[in-house]
């Protein structure tokens, strides 16, 4: 296991353990999105990390004062989310199963967020990915979600940020 350090807000500069089943958001993409959602979204929401594996972004989303929901399916990951969640004394809900019945449990429920993380494993139908999210109503009107993928899947939606071998595409949801 690999460590990983917090970029921003309350635990900046704070270590995370990382699974080995992990691949972690490059820093320079992390450093990108929440410069970009710190102007969008000056008063924090809700933010939902789908995928979570180390945790990089949703716990970040955490420490710049989001509300975030991580949702992981592997026990090895889920685990290393709560002791990183509870080192770093985030406010963080954990949630140990898959993100298609998270997305359909939470959108019966009625829960919303203002920006949905995505990071599936690149073997998935990634296009397939964003459209159940935004399918299920999860996302309240003028809220993102935003996938990350390789850089050379280009998605015939959203805007599209390149970061090295990474990139990720944002849908405003209307």
């Known amino acids: 296991m690999g460590n990983l350090r917090i970029l921003g807000g309350a635990a900046r500069g704070r270590n995370l353990k990382v699974p080995d089943s992990a691949r972690p958001s490059p820093v320079r993409l992390r450093k990108a999105l929440f410069d970009y959602l710190r102007g969008r979204y000056p008063a924090r929401g809700r933010f939902l990390d789908l995928y979570a594996g180390s945790g990089a972004v949703g716990l ?57 993380f995505l990071d599936p494993p690149y073997d998935q139908d990634l296009a397939g990915a964003i459209a159940q999210v935004l399918e299920s109503g999860l996302v309240d009107s003028g809220g993102l979600i935003i996938l ?27």
């Open 60 to 116: 970040e989303a955490a420490s710049e004062g989001y509300e975030a929901v991580l949702v992981e399916n592997d026990p090895q990951a889920v685990k290393i989310l709560r002791e990183n969640t509870h080192k770093l004394g985030l406010r963080a809900r954990v949630v140990a199963k898959s993100a298609g019945r998270f997305i359909e449990q939470s959108a019966r429920a009625g829960e919303r967020f203002d920006v949905v």
């Open 148 to 174: 990350q993928h390789p850089s050379d899947l280009v998605l015939p939606l959203g805007e599209r940020r390149v970061y090295g071998s990474s990139a990720i595409t944002i849908v405003e949801v209307t």
